[in-house]
């Protein structure tokens, strides 16, 4: 409950405080933020068990425990964040929104500042202008034109989560296995590894984003991608055998090297592409009236089919193996 919220929340927030000059290199923070989380959590994960391994169940009870330090963080932290200036204005209060401007655009919190000035008519124009097409409920979202918008940020989440990122980050110790490595250790090794390549994968997306553009970050994100996955399916389907205790081997080393590294690829080809752009496009495609509700549903539509893939993906790995990432890779063609 709490992440489904704040995934939600926080690029809505991120959005509404920001530029809209930097406004894809900010949202583009929370999924590098992300990736750090995800690649301590597997180092941890990996540490843990190469070293406490059978020590009181302490190689699993700490992961857990340690979750709630970074959780106290933000729970405190939170309430020295400032209302959002556009929340501000939709509800009146102009000349908090405009302190809250000085705050967070000056460094001396300069309430005439012209730019503060500026940015506040602004955001009071879009307002009044938005409030002539105000959404008051979930069904009016389903009206034209905002039916449009909403199916392209629900769609966005969607093949975002069928790329197969999560198949990976979820199952990797899994998919290592099938690629040749056997120990426990050395799974998760490689795990960590994927996720330092996410993390640096990223980096160029906060920084360059916004002048790159989005449709071209997705497009070559998804080729990127495609690519990968249907190397590994014809690698594994190629090179692989699957034993009558359902474990797949892939024999040559340069087979599993070549499922390794794309495996690699594949990651780096999200964390600059869609993964920050799966956040950045819904918030800026919806206007501020309906924003918050239509990021929810795009919020839900991501966990759902997430979720429904969790359910999938162990079955068609212990099935079809090698055709669950030929699958991933023809729909990322599709899309």
Same mark, same amino acid.
């Given at each position: 409950?709490?992440?489904?919220?704040?995934?939600?929340?926080?690029?809505?927030? =991120?959005?509404?405080?920001?530029?809209?000059?930097?406004?894809?290199?900010?949202?583009? @923070?929370?999924?590098?933020?992300?990736?750090?989380?995800?690649?301590?959590?597997?180092?941890?994960?990996?540490?843990?068990?190469?070293?406490?391994?059978?020590?009181?169940?302490?190689?699993?009870?700490?992961?857990?425990? @340690?979750q709630i330090v970074p959780a106290l963080i933000l729970g405190t932290g939170i309430f020295f964040f400032p209302f959002s200036p556009r929340w501000l204005l939709?509800?009146?209060?102009?000349?908090?929104?405009?302190?809250?401007?000085?705050?967070?655009?000056?460094?001396?919190?300069?309430?005439?500042?012209?730019?503060?000035?500026?940015?506040?008519?602004?955001?009071?124009?879009?307002?009044?202008?938005?409030?002539?097409?105000?959404?008051?409920?979930?069904?009016?979202?389903?009206?034209?034109? @905002?039916?449009?918008?909403?199916?392209?940020?629900?769609?966005?989440?969607?093949?975002? =989560?069928?790329?197969?990122?999560?198949?990976?980050?979820?199952?990797?110790?899994?998919?290592?296995?099938?690629?040749?490595?056997?120990?426990?250790?050395?799974?998760?090794?490689?795990?960590?590894?994927?996720?330092?390549?996410?993390?640096?994968?990223?980096?160029?997306?906060?920084?360059?984003?916004?002048?790159?553009?989005?449709?071209?970050? @997705?497009?070559?994100?998804?080729?990127?991608?495609?690519?990968?996955?249907?190397?590994?399916?014809?690698?594994?389907?190629?090179?692989?055998?699957?034993?009558?205790?359902?474990?797949?081997?892939?024999?040559?080393?340069?087979?599993?090297?070549?499922?390794?590294?794309?495996?690699?690829?594949?990651?780096?080809?999200?964390?600059?592409?869609?993964?920050?752009?799966?956040?950045?496009?819904?918030?800026?495609?919806?206007?501020?009236?309906?924003?918050?509700?239509?990021?929810?549903?795009?919020?839900?539509?991501?966990?759902?089919?997430?979720?429904?893939?969790?359910?999938?993906?162990?079955?068609?790995?212990?099935?079809?193996?090698?055709?669950?990432?030929?699958?991933?890779?023809?729909?990322?063609?599709?899309?």
């Amino acid at each position: 409950l709490g992440v489904g919220a704040l995934s939600m929340l926080i690029p809505v927030y =991120q959005s509404e405080i920001s530029s809209k000059e930097v406004r894809g290199r900010l949202i583009s @923070l929370q999924q590098l933020a992300i990736t750090i989380g995800i690649a301590v959590s597997f180092w941890i994960n990996y540490g843990t068990e190469a070293h406490l391994s059978g020590q009181n169940n302490v190689s699993w009870r700490l992961p857990l425990a @340690l979750q709630i330090v970074p959780a106290l963080i933000l729970g405190t932290g939170i309430f020295f964040f400032p209302f959002s200036p556009r929340w501000l204005l939709d509800r009146n209060r102009d000349q908090e929104a405009i302190r809250v401007l000085a705050r967070i655009r000056t460094v001396d919190r300069d309430e005439q500042d012209p730019h503060v000035l500026q940015e506040y008519a602004e955001i009071k124009q879009d307002i009044q202008m938005e409030r002539e097409q105000s959404v008051r409920s979930y069904s009016d979202l389903l009206k034209y034109p @905002l039916r449009r918008r909403l199916i392209l940020g629900m769609m966005i989440q969607i093949f975002a =989560q069928l790329s197969g990122i999560n198949t990976v980050m979820y199952y990797a110790p899994s998919i290592f296995r099938q690629a040749g490595l056997s120990s426990v250790t050395s799974k998760l090794l490689a795990t960590g590894i994927s996720g330092i390549v996410n993390i640096v994968a990223t980096i160029p997306a906060v920084l360059y984003i916004d002048k790159l553009g989005r449709r071209p970050s @997705l497009i070559s994100g998804a080729c990127i991608m495609a690519l990968s996955m249907l190397i590994v399916g014809g690698v594994m389907g190629s090179y692989g055998t699957m034993r009558a205790d359902g474990e797949v081997i892939v024999i040559g080393s340069g087979a599993q090297y070549t499922i390794m590294v794309f495996i690699f690829i594949f990651v780096a080809g999200f964390a600059y592409s869609w993964g920050p752009c799966g956040w950045i496009y819904p918030t800026e495609i919806f206007p501020l009236q309906m924003r918050s509700k239509g990021t929810s549903l795009t919020t839900a539509a991501c966990w759902s089919t997430n979720c429904a893939l969790s359910f999938v993906v162990p079955v068609l790995i212990k099935n079809i193996w090698y055709g669950t990432y030929l699958i991933s890779g023809l729909a990322k063609d599709i899309r």
